[in-house]
């Protein structure tokens, strides 16, 4: 457990903010197999502050997800503070986070995300005119740098702090990289000596034992999951389980997988409506199927398919077939 501003935060496992994901039916989900803290998809300064329907849609949280992590992105520091003072006043939110680390052209050119980490009196600047300007703890999402030439991760950690920020959640990688290469752990543990607020390490964990090597190499006080627990919220649950007890839980069975995917579908149409939500989780339910034998030749089905019906039909066959395969192979291994 660790505390971010006046929030308990109560194990180390933290789901990453991810653009076009972390709505609030992928966010209950994976809160229920345990994450400490879940974030809240990036969402437009401008977009809050000329109240667009569209952002406005994604500043709904469900009261079950908290403690929740909404993440804002901008450039200016007058729209920044605006839409940080909404988040504070009419949202349920427990942090607000500044969003200093997404790599996308479309955000760079509006002097936003990433472009943030070449100039550190920047990120103090603008961190500093948040925190005066909300109650709620301020934290920020950045990566260690720009390039190998521009690594100013601590430097920019520690203006974050300088400011008043609560917490940094850093990626060990740079803008450059994208999510190319090996994320940096090196360089996180520099910053978590540099530094007296909470840092949580983020980049290149996709099994619980990852999450542990990370914590015990950087001394991060949490561990942030992001692209592999899509599909997979399982991964929060064996990560929990193995830092807290050394247990090593077994892989979801094929069925385990569907059930937990169409409870998300559900989410997913309650919140959006179905038209919208089938095609936003067509991209959900290949990632449930990964892993189980067979996944390829069901992924051209779900992408045509326009119903819950159609999608729950063609996930619930292929189960059925996965089933009675393993079946068949465990009677002929006995013979």
Same mark, same amino acid.
């Given at each position: 457990?660790?505390?971010?501003?006046?929030?308990?935060?109560?194990? %180390?496992?933290?789901?990453?903010?991810?653009?076009? *994901?972390?709505?609030?039916?992928?966010?209950?989900?994976?809160?229920?197999?345990?994450?400490?803290?879940?974030?809240?998809? /990036?969402?437009?300064?401008? &977009? =809050?502050?000329?109240?667009?329907?569209?952002? /406005?849609?994604?500043?709904?949280?469900?009261?079950?997800?908290?403690?929740? +992590?909404?993440?804002?992105?901008?450039?200016?520091?007058? $729209?920044?503070?605006?839409?940080?003072?909404?988040?504070?006043?009419?949202?349920?939110?427990?942090? =607000?986070?500044?969003?200093?680390?997404?790599?996308?052209?479309? =955000?760079?050119?509006?002097?936003?995300?990433?472009?943030?980490?070449?100039?550190?009196?920047?990120?103090?600047?603008?961190?500093?005119?948040?925190? #005066?300007?909300?109650?709620?703890?301020?934290?920020?999402?950045?990566?260690? @740098?720009? #390039?190998? #030439?521009?690594?100013?991760?601590?430097?920019?950690?520690?203006?974050?702090?300088?400011? &008043?920020?609560?917490?940094?959640?850093?990626?060990?990688?740079?803008?450059?990289?994208?999510?190319?290469? +090996?994320?940096?752990?090196?360089?996180?543990?520099?910053?978590?000596?540099?530094?007296?607020?909470?840092?949580?390490?983020? @980049?290149?964990?996709?099994?619980?034992?990852?999450?542990?090597?990370?914590?015990?190499?950087?001394?991060?006080?949490?561990?942030?999951? &992001?692209?592999?627990?899509?599909?997979?919220?399982?991964? *929060?649950?064996? $990560?929990?389980?193995?830092?807290?007890?050394?247990?090593?839980?077994?892989?979801?069975?094929?069925?385990?997988?569907?059930?937990?995917?169409?409870?998300?579908?559900?989410?997913?149409?309650?919140?959006?409506?179905?038209?919208?939500?089938?095609?936003?989780? %067509?991209?959900?339910?290949?990632?449930?199927?990964? @892993?189980?034998?067979?996944?390829?030749?069901?992924?051209?089905? *779900?992408?045509?398919?326009?119903?819950?019906?159609?999608?729950?039909?063609?996930?619930?066959?292929?189960?059925?077939?996965?089933?009675?395969?393993?079946?068949?192979?465990?009677?002929?291994?006995?013979?």
């Amino acid at each position: 457990m660790f505390r971010i501003g006046d929030i308990s935060i109560k194990n %180390r496992v933290v789901l990453a903010p991810m653009a076009g *994901i972390c709505n609030s039916a992928f966010r209950l989900t994976v809160k229920e197999f345990g994450a400490g803290l879940v974030c809240a998809e /990036m969402i437009s300064d401008k &977009g =809050i502050v000329f109240k667009n329907e569209k952002t /406005m849609n994604l500043l709904y949280i469900d009261e079950r997800e908290k403690p929740l +992590s909404l993440q804002i992105f901008g450039g200016e520091k007058e $729209t920044l503070v605006e839409a940080a003072k909404f988040v504070d006043e009419h949202t349920t939110a427990d942090i =607000i986070d500044i969003n200093m680390g997404c790599p996308v052209n479309k =955000i760079i050119k509006c002097e936003a995300g990433a472009k943030w980490l070449l100039d550190p009196n920047k990120i103090y600047e603008m961190v500093a005119a948040v925190v #005066d300007a909300v109650k709620k703890p301020v934290t920020v999402k950045m990566r260690i @740098g720009w #390039d190998d #030439d521009h690594l100013f991760a601590v430097e920019n950690a520690q203006a974050v702090e300088r400011a &008043g920020g609560a917490a940094v959640s850093m990626h060990g990688r740079t803008r450059v990289q994208m999510y190319e290469g +090996s994320a940096n752990w090196d360089i996180l543990r520099e910053v978590k000596k540099a530094i007296h607020i909470p840092l949580i390490g983020n @980049g290149d964990v996709k099994t619980p034992q990852d999450a542990e090597r990370l914590l015990q190499q950087t001394g991060c006080d949490g561990v942030m999951i &992001g692209r592999a627990a899509l599909g997979n919220p399982w991964m *929060i649950y064996r $990560t929990v389980r193995y830092l807290e007890t050394g247990e090593l839980v077994e892989e979801p069975s094929a069925r385990e997988k569907m059930e937990v995917c169409l409870l998300h579908l559900d989410r997913l149409i309650a919140l959006k409506n179905e038209h919208i939500a089938i095609r936003e989780f %067509r991209k959900h339910a290949s990632w449930y199927l990964k @892993g189980i034998r067979g996944n390829a030749k069901v992924r051209n089905a *779900i992408n045509a398919s326009n119903t819950r019906d159609e999608l729950v039909s063609i996930i619930s066959s292929f189960v059925k077939d996965t089933e009675e395969r393993e079946k068949k192979a465990s009677y002929s291994n006995v013979g």
